[in-house]
């Protein structure tokens, strides 16, 4: 009773916090226990990697392969393939098979949780989630085994498909490539299957499921939703590319990536999972910054509202530009494809992008007092991507201090999670005013 009582006092963000932390605790204790791993690992290690996992980053201390056993590895798999589906939505499916009632609580929480507007037909997509997840996964590991069978055995090759289809599908980034994807780099088929379930996993379920309820697929018949995370990220995935292989014009040729194709390939490639993935075909501590600047720039922005993918995401990077463009000519709405947007939205896309700067650079800042031995370009970008739940890094993670670590940990579940959602749970319910203040205008700018 008291348990109940406990969760009944809780805000629906207090509970999605709640139920991230216990994950990751779950996971720290089982990559802690002997046979997990080859040697042991330490607590502060452990913490890191069962985190990271969980908030599908992809940032590692150990070397994964290598470091963890079979066991290890599957713990690894569990907590990407939760944190990558949302506590709520697997806890919830579950309660869903055994027959148990869903209230009104807990589709409050699912709604949070898939990141949606309404209660309504929370159900319904919960099972699209599901099913989506399932088929994309499922398909993974079919086209990744046909190019791993060639180059081990089939055990082998059955068991890296089925690792890799999940971390890219959750946009995880784990590898269980010592050097991540380098060794493919110039391979079209890998890196196209990469980029498919990379791209799939960050549009959103909700997005996903309005392409499949359409035989013939029409414009003008998609949701403003899902108008904005594909202009979005199309443009994202463009611009990235082709920025991307101008600023690096001259480092691709002294990897000895001296095909044309290979270059547009490889700068495609790492425009994509830039946004949360995490896999790379190059070494990315040997950039040049313009490229590196490309990259955090994806990094911030990430995938779409309730997808596997984090930052900021598409659709708020995209109503803060609009809201820009609209004060800028002097209109009073913000509108989109014939359609306003409401004021509501455009704050909270506001608190989101504030929330998110003013944490990235706090973190920043206190790394630099901690880790006195790198650049700071090395810093921000290596908080960049544990706030976007990236994973790419210039090479700094395994030798960040106890401290530094514990920082970049505190970044990738805040990060996972969004600020605005840590801060409304630190906040607790939310008060309602019976009375409002008289409004008075006030200079700014």
Same mark, same amino acid.
């Given at each position: 009773?008291?348990?109940?009582?406990?969760?009944n006092?809780?805000?629906p963000?207090?509970?999605l916090?709640?139920w991230?932390f216990?994950?990751i605790?779950?996971g720290?204790?089982?990559?802690l226990l002997?046979f997990?791993?080859v040697?042991?690992?330490?607590?502060?290690d452990?913490?890191f990697?069962?985190?990271?996992?969980?908030?599908?980053?992809g940032?590692?201390?150990v070397?994964?392969p290598?470091?963890f056993?079979?066991?290890?590895?599957?713990?690894i798999?569990a907590?990407?393939?939760a944190?990558?589906?949302g506590?709520?939505?697997?806890?919830?499916? #579950?309660?869903?098979?055994?027959g148990?009632?869903?209230g009104?609580r807990?589709?409050v929480?699912l709604?949070?949780?898939?990141n949606?507007?309404?209660i309504?037909?929370?159900?319904r997509?919960?099972?699209?989630?599901v099913?989506?997840?399932a088929?994309?996964?499922g398909?993974?590991?079919?086209?990744?085994?046909f190019s #791993?069978s060639k180059r081990f055995?089939y055990?082998?090759?059955?068991?890296?498909s089925i690792?890799?289809?999940?971390s890219?599908f959750c946009n995880a980034?784990?590898?269980?490539?010592s050097?991540?994807?380098?060794?493919y780099?110039?391979?079209?088929?890998?890196?196209s299957?990469?980029?498919f379930?990379i791209?799939?996993?960050?549009?959103g379920?909700?997005?996903l499921?309005?392409?499949d309820?359409r035989?013939k697929?029409k414009?003008e018949? #998609?949701?403003?939703q899902?108008k904005l995370?594909?202009?979005t990220?199309l443009i994202?995935?463009?611009?990235?590319?082709?920025?991307?292989?101008?600023s690096?014009?001259?480092?691709?040729?002294?990897i000895g990536?001296?095909d044309e194709g290979?270059k547009?390939?490889?700068?495609?490639?790492q425009?994509?999972?830039?946004r949360?993935a995490?896999f790379?075909t190059?070494?990315?501590?040997?950039?040049a910054t313009?490229?590196?600047?490309?990259?955090?720039?994806?990094?911030?922005?990430?995938?779409s509202?309730?997808?596997?993918?984090g930052g900021?995401?598409?659709v708020?990077?995209?109503?803060?530009?609009?809201?820009?463009?609209a004060?800028?000519?002097?209109?009073?709405e913000?509108?989109?494809?014939k359609?306003?947007?409401k004021?509501e939205v455009?704050?909270?896309?506001l608190?989101i992008v504030?929330?998110?700067?003013?944490?990235?650079?706090?973190i920043?800042f206190?790394?630099?007092?901690?880790?006195?031995?790198?650049p700071?370009?090395?810093?921000?970008?290596e908080?960049?991507?544990a706030?976007?739940?990236?994973g790419?890094?210039m090479?700094?993670?395994p030798?960040l201090?106890?401290?530094?670590?514990l920082?970049?940990t505190?970044?990738?579940?805040?990060?996972?999670l969004g600020?605005l959602?840590i801060?409304?749970?630190?906040?607790?319910?939310?008060k309602?005013?019976?009375?409002?203040?008289?409004?008075?205008?006030?200079?700014?700018?």
């Open positions: 009773m008291k348990l109940k009582a406990f969760f006092s809780l805000s963000s207090q509970i916090v709640f991230f216990i994950t605790s779950v720290f204790v089982l990559l002997p997990a791993t040697n042991g690992i330490s607590p502060v452990s913490l990697t069962a985190t990271s996992a969980t908030c599908v980053t940032l590692i201390v070397d994964t290598t470091k056993t079979f066991f290890g590895k599957i713990v798999l907590l990407i393939q944190g990558g589906l506590i709520m939505t697997i806890s919830t499916f #579950f309660m869903l098979i055994m148990r009632r869903i009104l807990n589709r929480l709604r949070d949780n898939l949606q507007n309404r309504g037909g929370l159900l997509l919960l099972l699209d989630v099913k989506y997840t088929v994309f996964e398909l993974g590991i079919t086209l990744f085994f #791993f055995n055990d082998q090759a059955f068991w890296l690792f890799h289809s999940i890219a980034g784990f590898s269980l490539f050097d991540s994807f380098i060794y780099k110039s391979d079209v088929y890998i890196n299957v990469l980029a379930l791209v799939s996993g960050g549009l379920f909700a997005v499921t309005e392409i309820l035989k697929i414009w018949s #998609f949701s403003l899902a995370v594909f202009t990220t994202l995935l463009s611009i990235g590319t082709i920025l991307l292989r101008l690096e014009a001259g480092y691709f040729s002294s990536i001296r290979t547009w390939l490889t700068s495609f490639f425009s994509v999972t830039a949360t995490g790379n190059v070494p990315i501590g040997s950039l313009p490229a590196l600047m490309i990259l955090m720039l994806l990094m911030f922005v990430g995938g509202p309730g997808s596997t993918a900021i995401k598409t708020t990077a995209a109503v803060i530009f609009l809201y820009v463009k004060l800028i000519r002097g209109k009073r913000v509108t989109v494809f359609r306003k947007i004021d455009i704050g909270k896309s608190a504030s929330l998110s700067l003013a944490f990235i650079f706090s920043a206190l790394l630099t007092f901690t880790e006195h031995s790198f700071f370009k090395e810093i921000i970008f908080t960049m991507s706030f976007g739940t990236v790419l890094s090479g700094i993670t030798h201090s106890t401290l530094g670590k920082f970049i505190i970044t990738m579940f805040t990060g996972r600020p959602t801060f409304m749970a630190m906040y607790g319910k939310e309602r005013l019976l009375y409002k203040y008289p409004e008075e205008d006030i200079s700014v700018g």
